[in-house]
């Protein structure tokens, strides 16, 4: 059986693991229990694929998603992994090869929705076909406090007790709640080997800001990027419709996702996005998670999400191939009012709302951050990081002041007002703008009117909601959105705290986000060149490019310029199938023609025994003739020599029952010569 660094090289074309990898795919294909907690993009799939094929048997793997299935499987296959997938999606012809595949003892990895274990049939199938281990991905949804409970993953627990294989669970998001009952409904409460890997992810650059006619801020930060995958999430479906329409009259290749629309429309979205290159996805929360593309380059939130967790998976489909990636989330007052009124007048319990209220707390933080965005963001999981240089906080420092004495104000206007009114009224009053309802209740009496005329009304605006992000306004429901003050704000109006708040979110700027190169100057035209060919390939194929290449393999090609096969057998992402398949059309677009290979010679690309082979060649070349040039012409083929190189006869011996007496008495020895000095 290969070790995982060979498997891992040869049919994934990685040097080596990402950081956690390893030691979660020894401990799985040891057989033992585990729970890994990754992050999106971390490379959670390696870890339980490289496990099935160190193992004897099949691999069920349990995934909620059709299309990510599917995906997975097709990646697979490209890379010469036998998989296959039973979904409802299938057709009559792809469900026949999965169970021919089965049959014949060929397939390892087989990809199952948490539906089809209701089916009676289900268990003596996986008996039969000899299940070895189980992979869950996506565990969190065994949780009700995970964000995607499915009721079907429930029976995974009874599944691994049936079977009595070992199971390994792996999700990107898990608080301390959902790790507690997946290890429970999972693993019957026994302790599982449990990884929790760093939530970092240092490709991806994290901007926030705050909505100033957010429709143009989407359009622009679009253009900047124009050609590149991304999603744009949106809180309703009716602005995914309207802003879908507006980036495509811009010229870009734009299209919209949303729950309302028919079943065959959204598969006809997902497809899309799959396949080609450039296309823009505008939808609400729910895309993206069946949908296993490594190089969406971008990913901008037009309305607040719901929470950091949220946040932090959606953010996470962009750059999974490791290559740079960008984000920017743009966020209000009003997000702030509706996020606290959906967790107000939702059903949930109290205790419940209290802790969402935390959770939106941590997200308007991370908004509202004063310093680097990502020690923010990861303190939030519980790890420590230095600045990053990789975030809008980072490359151009907040101007802040304080702002005590301005919060006191608010503070005191509200609760002089019987904390019954919003943000456009308690600015009329600090401002001393005599309106009718100003008027009309009397507060132009009120000590604070008009406390606040060295702030203009665009100023309070950002202060009340910087309150509002800091949690020290909170709109209150039973009032119609009044803002009403909470407990984190006595001590700042007592005098007991200070505070400080961003100035720029204060003044106006048209500043347009700059797109971030993937490659050098030098180097893009090149990139551009690669990725036409990938599309090119992969649309004769009907398959994604990125199956062809990710983008990060196509970038380090176009820096690294590989001039032969064995070169390009060094670039991360090139295995060896695909070193076959694609390798002489890559080098073509890099070196303007693709030096011809023997195909012996070709699949020994990129190891040791290929450079013996041009070795043992070179040999051969001197003595095709003997040694003093006057003997009969002998050769071997390429294919025996490719044996040589590959076999490392010690002796003559063992090289004479390779090559044969004649050719073994002509080359053996100076064949033996060539191995030895290898060594």
């Known amino acids: 059986m290969h070790s995982a660094a060979t498997l891992l090289h040869d049919i994934f074309g990685f040097d ?11 401990t799985v ?5 585990a729970l890994a907690i990754m992050p999106t993009g971390g490379g959670k799939s390696l870890c339980y694929q490289l496990p099935a094929l160190m193992r004897d048997g099949v691999t069920v793997v349990i995934s909620p998603l059709i299309a990510l299935m599917r995906d997975q499987v097709r990646a697979l296959r490209a890379a010469g992994v036998e998989a296959g997938a039973l979904t409802s999606a299938n057709t009559d012809d792809e469900t026949r090869a999965v169970w021919e595949g089965l049959e014949a003892g060929r397939l390892k990895l087989l990809y199952l929705a948490p539906e089809r274990l209701a089916a009676g049939a289900g268990l003596g199938m996986l008996r039969r076909i000899g299940v070895t281990l189980i992979a869950v991905d996506e565990a969190h949804c065994v949780s009700q406090w995970g964000h995607d409970f499915r009721p079907d993953y429930l029976r995974i627990g009874e599944l691994r007790r049936a079977l009595g294989v070992p199971l390994a669970a792996f999700t ?12 429970d409904k999972l693993f019957d409460g026994q302790q599982p080997q449990v990884f ?18 957010p429709r143009q801020q989407v359009t622009g930060f679009v253009a900047a990027r124009k050609g590149q995958s991304g999603i744009v999430y949106c809180g309703t479906r009716a602005k995914t419709e309207t802003l879908a329409r507006a980036l495509r009259e811009e010229g870009h290749n734009a299209c919209h996702y949303h729950g309302g629309m028919e079943a065959g429309d959204r598969r006809e979205v997902e497809h899309r996005f799959s396949v080609e290159d450039g296309l823009i996805v505008v939808a609400t929360l729910a895309f993206g998670m069946g949908v296993d593309k490594p190089d969406i380059r971008w990913v901008v939130h037009a309305d607040l999400p719901k929470s950091i967790e949220a946040y932090y998976q959606e953010i996470g489909r962009a750059g999974r191939d490791g290559a740079p990636a960008e984000t920017l989330t743009l966020f209000g007052a009003d997000d702030i009012r509706l996020r606290r009124a959906q967790i107000d007048e939702g059903l949930a319990p109290p205790e419940r709302r209290q802790a969402d209220h935390a959770r939106l707390n941590a997200l308007l933080g991370l908004a509202e951050a004063l310093s680097c965005r990502r020690q923010t963001l990861l303190g939030y999981f519980g790890e420590e990081a230095q600045g990053c240089g990789n975030c809008d906080l980072c490359d151009r420092p907040p101007e802040t002041f304080d ?41 132009d009496g009120l000590p604070t009117f008009g406390v606040g005329r060295d702030i203009d009304r665009r100023g309070w605006q950002a202060i009340l909601r910087q309150m509002m992000g800091h949690d020290l306004l909170r709109p209150d429901p039973d009032r119609y959105g009044a803002l009403r003050i909470t407990e984190a704000a006595h001590p700042v109006l007592r005098g007991e705290e200070r505070i400080t708040l961003r100035r720029d979110t204060m003044q106006k700027t048209a500043r347009r986000p700059a797109a971030r190169a993937l490659v050098s100057e030098e180097d893009a035209p090149l990139l551009s060149a690669l990725k036409a060919r990938r599309r090119a390939l992969a649309e004769a194929a009907n398959m994604p490019a990125y199956i062809v290449f990710n983008d990060r393999t196509l970038i380090e090609m176009a820096e690294t310029r590989p001039a032969s096969l064995d070169e390009m057998a060094r670039i991360g992402g090139v295995g060896a199938k695909k070193l076959e398949q694609y390798g002489l059309a890559f080098l073509e677009v890099i070196n303007g023609e693709a030096a011809a290979l023997h195909p012996s010679r070709r699949r020994l690309a990129g190891r040791e025994a290929g450079e013996l082979f041009d070795r043992l060649m070179a040999v051969q070349v001197d003595l095709a003739c003997g040694e003093t040039g006057h003997d009969k012409p002998l050769s071997c083929s390429a294919s025996l020599l490719a044996r040589v190189a590959s076999a490392r006869p010690r002796n003559l011996q063992d090289m004479a029952r390779l090559l044969g007496e004649k050719r073994s008495d002509r080359f053996g020895a100076a064949f033996l010569d060539v191995l030895q000095a290898a060594d």
């Not at 901007?207 to 100033?212: L, P, Q, R, S, T």
């Open 16 to 26: 080596s693991f990402r950081p956690g990898q390893e030691e979660i795919v020894h």
């Open 29 to 33: 294909a040891k057989g033992c229990n």
């Open 172 to 183: 990107a998001t898990a608080d301390a709640e959902t790790r507690a009952e997946i290890v």
């Open 196 to 213: 929790l890997g760093g939530f970092d992810r240092p490709n991806i650059h994290l901007a926030f800001a705050e909505k100033d006619r």
């Open 403 to 443: 702002a005590t004495e301005a919060v006191q104000k608010a503070l005191s206007a509200a609760l002089r007002t019987g904390e019954y009114f919003g943000a456009g009224h308690l600015i009329d009053v600090l401002t001393g703008n005599e309106t009718e309802k100003v008027r009309a209740r009397g507060h």
